[in-house]
């Protein structure tokens, strides 16, 4: 009897063969999925997203951020209609931008479970901005404001050159310190330089 189950067309790229067989296995086992073709590099899947046209693209490679966003433009030059999952470390500040207004893309940490993997396939963890992330996500403001604190300014200054009360600088720099786990500006500062969101050491008018 045919399958009357909908599946969802599924290219999967890993460079790992080993890898890629457990999660190719893991993820055929799901019901719904179906992995159309396996890609080891970039290229081949931009080849095999040409001809295979799936649905979804899961890219378990951990990207090169200065080829982050020509890859996404090549898999939407290839079909713009598919969707993107990347399994990868955290996103920079720039990927994170490239991110944003892509419905069609979501960036996941690579120890994400099958669960959330298959749940993002599926299209039921999508945000409308297209970023799925385990860590609070900083606001534009927030990251705005940490690579401004990274430069050495005072949230005086930030107020005058963003026009904006030195209250809601103090308010922004509130929610950074929370989402990052951190208690002062210098520890937001070195945090947002291990995340990526900001590259380079802090200099001095921080903590004030």
């Not at 893309?105 to 970023?131: C, F, K, N, Q, Y």
């Not at 005072?154 to 030195?166: E, G, K, P, Y």
């Not at 210098?186 to 921080?206: D, F, K």
């Amino acid at each position: 009897m045919a399958d009357l189950v909908s599946k969802t067309r599924v290219v999967l790229c890993e460079p790992r063969r080993a890898v890629a067989q457990v999660l190719a296995y893991s993820l055929a086992e799901t019901v719904g999925i179906d992995i159309v073709e396996r890609a080891g590099s970039y290229q081949t899947a931009i080849d095999t997203i040409r001809h295979s046209q799936p649905e979804v693209v899961v890219v378990a490679f951990d990207y090169e951020r200065e080829l982050f966003g020509r890859l996404l433009a090549q898999v939407i030059e290839s079909d713009p209609s598919a969707r993107v999952v990347f399994l990868a470390s955290p996103p920079t500040n720039q990927i994170m931008l490239l991110a944003t207004g892509k419905p069609g893309l979501a960036i996941l940490p690579a120890s994400s479970s099958l669960e959330t993997l298959v749940a993002v396939i599926r299209g039921t963890l999508m945000t409308d901005i297209g970023l799925v992330w385990s860590e609070p996500a900083l606001s534009g403001r927030e990251l705005e404001i940490l690579v401004l604190l990274s430069e050495g300014q005072t949230a005086a200054t930030m107020a005058r050159a963003l026009h904006l009360s030195i209250h809601t600088i103090r308010f922004h720099i509130k929610g950074l310190l929370s989402k990052l786990d951190v208690s002062t500006q210098t520890e937001a500062i070195l945090a947002g330089i291990r995340r990526g969101y900001v590259s380079g050491p802090a200099r001095s008018g921080v903590d004030r």
